[in-house]
């Protein structure tokens, strides 16, 4: 069994996680789309992702959608009272696979309902309202409307703590002046630092920043310098890119998504790796290279 404990923990709001933890969305099938190509597989990840110490689970009932969510409830449900799950709320799903926003009070509502349903909870941890963006990252844009609303479904008792999902630095400051945020998730990896700046500025105030896309997504990250550093120290690429994520800041919390039991293992173990100043030096030169003008 892993000791990925040596990662450390770090609070989410009012609970504390391993900073370690694990994404649900690979579980679906192709484009999160539908059931599991091998739901055994997909049980067995989600329990021994716990078995192995894993406390935080990434979900959204937009993922199958529902399949996910109802995976998870099969797999750990009574679930141990150490385990936080965040889900994320704000799009549902075309009978063709698209990704649709849905941000009315109704649809927002109905989403809470979806999730506490087919998670089997009577409130939900952590929920995140998932912004759409320009479909490639944040835009920007005020989110009080259907942030304000989330923040009503909390005060009437159905989630404890909220957080937001692709947004910019001037929604998070929106949305903190709405209700108390205990977490951001946007698109982060050592290839795509767009938001360096952030993460500081949250590590200061206490938040979690929770990349997505951690080890670059569907398509996984590749390049020479990952894998030159990875042969040096004896890890694989994907656990140094995760080593790399976890000495970052202490406020970033990890939730790689694999459905396979090889991949959560090597995964898990990553937070075995302390990489020397000079190592993160050269693995910092990827994220300048890949660097847009315009990013900052
Ligand atoms: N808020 C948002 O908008 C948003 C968007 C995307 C994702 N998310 C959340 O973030 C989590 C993480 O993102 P993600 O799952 O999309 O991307 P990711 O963690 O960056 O990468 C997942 C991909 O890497 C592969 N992989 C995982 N471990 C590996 C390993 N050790 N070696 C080689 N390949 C490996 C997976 O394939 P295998 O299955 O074959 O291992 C999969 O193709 C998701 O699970 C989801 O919960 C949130």
Same mark, same amino acid.
Request: proline share 6%.
């Given at each position: 069994?892993?000791?990925?404990?040596?990662?450390?923990?770090?609070?989410?709001?009012?609970?504390?996680?391993?900073?370690?933890?694990?994404?649900?969305?690979?579980?679906?099938?192709?484009?999160?789309?539908?059931?599991?190509?091998?739901?055994?597989?997909?049980?067995?990840?989600?329990?021994?992702?716990?078995?192995?110490?894993?406390?935080?689970?990434?979900?959204?009932?937009?993922?199958?959608?529902?399949?996910?969510?109802?995976?998870?409830?099969?797999?750990?449900?009574?679930?141990?009272?150490?385990?936080?799950?965040?889900?994320?709320?704000?799009?549902?799903?075309?009978?063709?696979?698209?990704?649709?926003?849905?941000?009315?009070?109704?649809?927002?509502?109905?989403?809470?309902?979806?999730?506490?349903?087919?998670?089997?909870?009577?409130?939900?941890?952590?929920?995140?309202?998932?912004?759409?963006?320009?479909?490639?990252?944040?835009?920007?844009?005020?989110?009080?409307?259907?942030?304000?609303?989330?923040?009503? #479904? $909390?005060?009437?008792? !159905?989630?404890?703590?909220?957080?937001?999902?692709?947004? +910019?630095?001037? *929604?998070? %400051?929106?949305?903190?002046?709405?209700?108390?945020?205990?977490?951001?998730?946007?698109?982060?990896?050592?290839?795509?630092?767009?938001?360096?700046?952030?993460?500081?500025?949250?590590?200061?105030?206490?938040?979690?920043?929770?990349?997505?896309?951690?080890?670059?997504?569907?398509?996984? #990250? $590749?390049?020479?310098? !990952?894998?030159?550093?990875?042969?040096?120290?004896?890890? +694989?690429?994907? *656990?140094? %890119?995760?080593?790399?994520?976890?000495?970052?800041?202490?406020?970033?919390?990890?939730?790689?998504?694999?459905?396979?039991?090889?991949?959560?293992?090597?995964?898990?173990?990553?937070?075995?790796?302390?990489?020397?100043?000079?190592?993160?030096?050269?693995?910092?030169?990827?994220?300048?290279?890949?660097?847009?003008?315009?990013?900052?």
């Amino acid at each position: 069994m892993t000791n990925h404990k040596a990662a450390n923990s770090f609070s989410l709001g009012e609970r504390t996680v391993n900073r370690l933890g694990y994404g649900a969305m690979q579980l679906a099938g192709p484009g999160v789309f539908g059931p599991p190509k091998d739901r055994n597989t997909a049980l067995a990840v989600l329990r021994e992702a716990v078995a192995s110490g894993v406390d935080h689970i990434d979900t959204s009932d937009f993922y199958g959608p529902h399949v996910i969510n109802q995976l998870i409830r099969e797999a750990l449900h009574p679930y141990p009272d150490e385990l936080v799950i965040v889900t994320k709320i704000g799009a549902v799903r075309g009978e063709d696979a698209s990704w649709n926003p849905a941000m009315t009070p109704a649809e927002l509502t109905s989403a809470v309902h979806d999730n506490l349903r087919n998670l089997g909870l009577g409130v939900l941890d952590v929920v995140n309202l998932r912004f759409m963006g320009d479909g490639l990252g944040p835009s920007e844009g005020s989110i009080e409307a259907p942030f304000t609303t989330l923040a009503e #479904l $909390q005060q009437q008792g !159905l989630i404890r703590q909220l957080g937001l999902s692709n947004v +910019t630095s001037a *929604q998070i %400051a929106e949305g903190r002046r709405i209700a108390e945020i205990v977490c951001v998730q946007n698109h982060y990896n050592l290839a795509h630092r767009d938001d360096d700046a952030s993460i500081d500025s949250l590590a200061g105030d206490g938040i979690a920043y929770v990349p997505f896309f951690p080890l670059g997504g569907f398509t996984p #990250l $590749q390049s020479s310098t !990952l894998s030159d550093v990875a042969r040096r120290i004896g890890a +694989t690429p994907m *656990q140094v %890119a995760l080593a790399w994520l976890l000495q970052r800041s202490p406020n970033v919390l990890l939730i790689p998504g694999t459905s396979s039991l090889g991949h959560l293992r090597e995964n898990l173990a990553a937070a075995e790796i302390e990489l020397p100043g000079e190592t993160i030096a050269e693995l910092d030169g990827i994220g300048k290279a890949g660097r847009s003008p315009a990013a900052h």
